[in-house]
């Protein structure tokens, strides 16, 4: 009798551990969670949030899916490191950037995202790939530059709302500019915040330094102040969560782009034409833009068709040679709206060179001859660069710029490193080892810059009136109101790029 509750004990500690095995033994045939790359994998689609901008995604003819812009180009070199579809999500703001991330709607948030302390704690960023500061923005012929922060009255400051932006303004307020006040904007972004300065609807505005060097070429009044911050990283964002396996592979992928090179040839490609700012130089295109291209461009577009070049390259070309004026003659004898040698129009059949449209299709002629000339291996954009380089310099020069760059260890494929090495055959250390002798090498660099900033320019003047991107459908969110100078196409709001074969 004594022994029976011992023997109930037992009982009941058997039981308890039969129970225990057959829970453990039901949890090890189900199968584990799937991280989020797994999700990803399995899913087959990279779901990426993004804004529109000439910095991080927009709408172009110069590309087979009609899309670019620096965030798109990554993001599409993510999904095929993965091997699955690219889905482009559009956000009106950078709120439901943030908004969307919190909810899961996507998996990355790749939108020209500036890490902060404050969203460092929300987030998890990844590597930066691109360095920039904050700069307060003014218009010339407004009063001036402020000093400092100090300066600046009540109601004269604005800046995007729930941005780096605001977000630097609190910190300098709280530790060095306690009076300091702005207004915060909802549903804007940088390029109306530019043009709202430019409209002098508010007389200063915070806004990074690579957006405010490209929107400079359409707002020339535009200026820097000073710089509110040192250098700061943009990099893409992911959820904070415990699951790092998707974060993990993305940063990754930015390390081997940074040390394969390929993150600075990105770079090169989307702000390399960006060179120092003329004031001057800028409002002279906007007014031959608007006096001179209409009686030209329908030759251009003609010619451009008959050799398969863009015509506004080969305006472009024609705006470097002469502000696309048909009388330009130089001090050496080159003439007309192409500036045509002698041996150069007699060589695309032109007898008058100061007629515009046989100067226009000579230069296409002459151009796309240069264009076919060049080795077969050249990839773009580096081919084209390095024909506007022949076009200036010769193409002698330019490949003897291309021997030295190989005699020295370099890719003589790589427009960068033929850029860098022009200027060599100036010197007369490099140019007494190349076949075609001297010449001056820093002309063509400077040359290729121009065209590629007048080419870009007339990608975004050229297009009919466009309108502000609508918020994503899934986001829940309103259309945004069309900007008061709309600049960039429309793209989707939701766009789903198919792996490539």
């Known amino acids: 009798m004594r022994n029976r509750p011992v023997r109930l004990l037992a009982g009941v500690l058997l039981l308890a551990l039969v129970a225990l095995a057959w829970l453990l033994w039901e949890r090890a045939r189900q199968p584990a969670p799937m991280t989020t790359l797994e999700r990803v994998l399995e899913a087959g689609e990279l779901r990426v949030i993004t804004r529109i901008s000439p910095t991080t995604y927009y709408q172009s003819d110069q590309t087979d899916s009609g899309r670019a812009g620096l965030e798109y180009d990554l993001a599409r070199g993510f999904a095929e490191r993965l091997g699955v579809d ?3 999500v559009v956000a009106p703001d950078l709120e439901a950037i943030f908004t969307a991330l919190d909810e899961g709607e996507v998996d990355v948030a790749a939108a020209g995202l500036t890490y902060t302390h404050e969203r460092g704690n929300r987030y998890w960023f990844t590597p930066p790939y691109k360095d920039i500061t904050q700069v307060l923005v003014y218009r010339v012929g407004t009063g001036g530059a402020p000093d400092d922060l100090g300066d600046i009255a009540p109601g004269e400051l604005a800046v995007i709302a729930d941005s780096s932006h605001a ?23 940088s390029e109306a915040m530019l043009y709202a300065v430019w409209n002098e609807d508010v007389r200063y505005t915070i806004a990074d330094s690579h957006e405010l060097s490209i929107n400079r070429a359409y707002y020339p009044e535009l200026r820097k102040a000073f710089e509110i911050t040192s250098l700061e990283g943009l990099a893409w964002a992911f959820p904070r969560t415990e699951d790092l396996s998707l974060y993990d ?58 050799y398969g070049l863009d015509w506004r390259l080969l305006a472009a070309i024609g705006y470097q040679e002469s502000h696309w004026d048909p009388q330009a003659i130089s001090p050496t ?30 230069g296409a002629r002459y151009f796309a001859r240069v264009l076919a000339k060049l080795p077969e291996e050249l990839e773009e954009p580096d081919r084209t660069w390095m024909a506007l380089a022949a076009y200036n310099v010769g193409y002698g020069h330019l490949q003897d710029a291309r021997r030295l760059a190989r005699q020295r260890g370099y890719d003589p494929d790589d427009w960068r490193v033929v850029r860098d090495h022009l200027p060599l055959l100036s010197q007369r250390h490099w140019y007494t080892q190349t076949r075609h002798g001297y010449a001056r ?17 007339l990608q975004r003047f050229s297009e009919p009136q466009r309108r502000q991107v609508p918020a994503g459908e899934r986001l829940g969110e309103e259309p945004v109101p069309e900007s008061p100078a709309p600049l960039l196409d429309t793209v989707p709001d939701i766009v789903t790029e198919p792996l490539a074969p």
């Open 441 to 457: 090498g820093w002309e063509p660099v400077h040359y290729v810059r121009n065209v590629r900033l007048y080419y870009q320019l």
């Open 167 to 189: 977000e630097r303004l609190e910190a300098l307020r709280d530790s060095e500019y306690p009076d300091l006040t702005w207004q915060e904007m909802q549903h804007a972004d």
């Open 333 to 362: 004898g080159v003439r007309g709206l192409m500036m045509l040698t002698l041996n150069t129009a007699a060589s695309v059949d032109v007898d008058n060179r100061l007629d515009p449209k046989q100067s226009i299709f000579g």
């Open 86 to 88: 690219l889905r482009m």
């Open 249 to 306: 592979e993305a940063a990754r992928h930015f390390t081997d782009l940074r040390m394969e090179g390929r993150l600075s040839a990105m770079l090169e490609q989307h702000f390399g034409y960006l060179g120092q700012f003329d004031y001057v130089g800028f409002r002279a295109f906007n007014r031959h833009l608007a006096a001179r291209l209409p009686d030209y461009r329908a030759w251009f577009e003609e010619a451009a068709g008959e």
